[in-house]
Every structure is written in C-alpha cells, then in structure tokens.
C-alpha cells in the first residue's frame, strides 16, 4: 500500500485536479484559486480548472470535497467560513475532521473605519463618545467573520453597547460608512481599502499583530489597548481527510512555489492579501488554531447558523 502510494504521488498529477471554491465567481477565493490554478499551469506541474460551488456560507462545496476520492484530483479552495462553520454551523453534511489542510496561502486583517466626519480619531474615542447611546456598526452580515469578531470585540472585550447593521456584503457596508450613515463599519481590509486611502473613509484600527503593509497608517488594536484581539480573512486549500502525504506534500510545495512568484505576490498585494507560505504541518497547526479562535468568538456572542 505504502508503494502505491509513492508511485500514485510519483505520477500527480496525470490528469485535470479541479479546485473546487466555496463561493461565487469574483470573490476572494475564486480569486486566488484562479490565481494559483493559472500560476501552477504555467509552471507546468499540470492542468488545474475552477469550479464554484457557492452555497451554505461555504458548506457546499467543503461537503462536496469532504466526500471526494482521496487522490489529489479534488480540492477545496476556501476562507476563514470553513474555521467559522467548524463551530457555528449546526448541520454542515460533513464534519471538519473530514478535511486536512494542504496550504494557508493569503490572508486579509479585517479594519475598523468611519466617516471622516466622525470626531473619534481611534477606536479609544469611538467608545469613549459612544456613551449610554452606543455604537451602530456594519458588517457584511450575519455569519460573517468581520460580523463575528465586532460582535465579539464590542460585547467581550471592549464592553461597550453597541448594535449590528447587517448588510449584504462588504461593499454595501462600505457604502454606507461612506455615507455616514452608520457610526463603524467593521470589514476585511481589502473591501474598505480604497475609500481609505482616497480619505472618503477614516481607518481607526486593524486587529492584526502588526500594522498592515497595504495601510500603514493604520494602527493595530493592540497600540489602541487591546492586545491579543486579531481578526482576519485568509484563503487555503484543502483535501479529503485520507489523501496521502506524499500527494498533500506535493501539492503544497506545488502551491507555495506558485504564490512565491513575484507575480502572485504582487497580485496578491494589490488586492489587500499578504501572500503566505507554510508547510503542510504549519497549515495544518494554523487551521487548527483558527477554529478554536472562531470557536470561542462564535459561542461568546451565541452565533449559530443551519
């Protein structure tokens, strides 16, 4: 068995390995899928095809894959929802366990933004001025992770009132804060990033280790106070649970080598991402951590979902 295996992973891949995406054309994981997908054809490793399988917050095609022939031919390419729905989501079809990590490859901090208009000049004063009235803050929705963390941020560690303003995605979440017609709007850097630097928006914080590359002028949450608070997007890739390591090793050298261009790593910056490299065990450890990390925010604030 252990032959075959070496041989089979000798050979990966000697025929079309589709990614499947979680979600819709456009979004940012069809966008790195598309990304790597093109970059690992030109690198000839082999031919790989997109497939979007939109649905359930993610969950259709995590269950699509979660179910596929363990061979290499079957991916999944997902975000942080696969880490949020570990947890929150009562009836996936599939269990997490059923999945392993291939590679993390890019990640996107979230980031608190106003109205220039608004006095507040750091999340400090954001809460500060909030008084008995409290804090009307958008999000692109319900079950989303920028959703989550606020939530969590306002009710768990800032401990301040505050009410949510749904929205349908990030854009209308922006649109909205660029209309001041909500008091903050809480969503991943790349969505609001053009309206800050264009000034149209006010970046308060980014709850990220560091300040972020694309932003510089924005600081964390820790320089507001609160250390230890991170809340991001990322994108990775994944198998069925039982796909060899000789072909999960592969793939993720054939990944890594294909972000690593200088190509991908300027595409990947230009729409907010900070490209990432890791190990299967590295990528395997960071997915572990992020659902006990969105485990914890989604039971704090009582978040589920079908």
Do not use: C
Request: overall charge neutral; glycine content about 10%; aromatic content about 8%.
């Amino acid at each position: 068995m252990l032959g075959s295996h070496a041989a089979g992973a000798q050979g990966y891949p000697s025929q079309p390995v589709t990614f499947v995406v979680s979600f819709a054309a456009g979004g940012v994981a069809d966008v790195v899928a598309r990304l790597v997908a093109q970059k690992l054809g030109d690198n000839g490793v082999g031919k790989f095809v997109v497939e979007n399988r939109g649905g359930a917050g993610g969950n259709l095609a995590a269950r699509v894959v979660s179910t596929a022939a363990a061979d290499g031919y079957t991916v999944l390419a997902t975000t942080t929802a696969l880490a949020i729905n570990a947890t929150a989501s009562r009836n996936k079809g599939y269990a997490t366990e059923d999945l392993r990590a291939v590679a993390i490859v890019a990640l996107a901090s979230d980031v608190m933004a106003v109205h220039p208009g608004n006095s507040a000049k750091s999340i400090r004063e954001l809460i500060a001025n909030a008084g008995d009235r409290g804090i009307a803050y958008g999000t692109p929705g319900l079950g989303t992770g920028p959703y989550i963390a606020a939530a969590y941020f306002y009710q768990e560690v800032a401990k301040t009132k505050a009410v949510h303003v749904p929205f349908s995605g990030g854009a209308p979440a922006v649109a909205a804060a660029v209309g001041n017609h909500v008091d903050v709007i809480n969503v991943s850097l790349p969505t609001a990033q053009p309206q800050i630097e264009q000034g149209a928006l006010r970046g308060l914080g980014i709850p990220s280790p560091q300040r972020s590359s694309a932003l510089p002028n924005v600081p964390t949450y820790g320089e507001a106070g609160f250390s230890n608070f991170y809340s991001a997007t990322w994108v990775g890739f994944f198998v069925p649970a039982s796909t060899s390591d000789a072909i999960v090793e592969k793939l993720n050298a054939a990944i890594n080598e294909a972000v690593k261009s200088p190509e991908s790593q300027q595409k990947l910056k230009s729409i907010g991402f900070d490209p990432m490299i890791k190990t299967t065990a590295e990528s395997a450890e960071y997915a572990r951590n992020e659902v006990a990390l969105w485990g914890k925010m989604s039971k704090a604030i009582g978040f589920t979902t079908e």
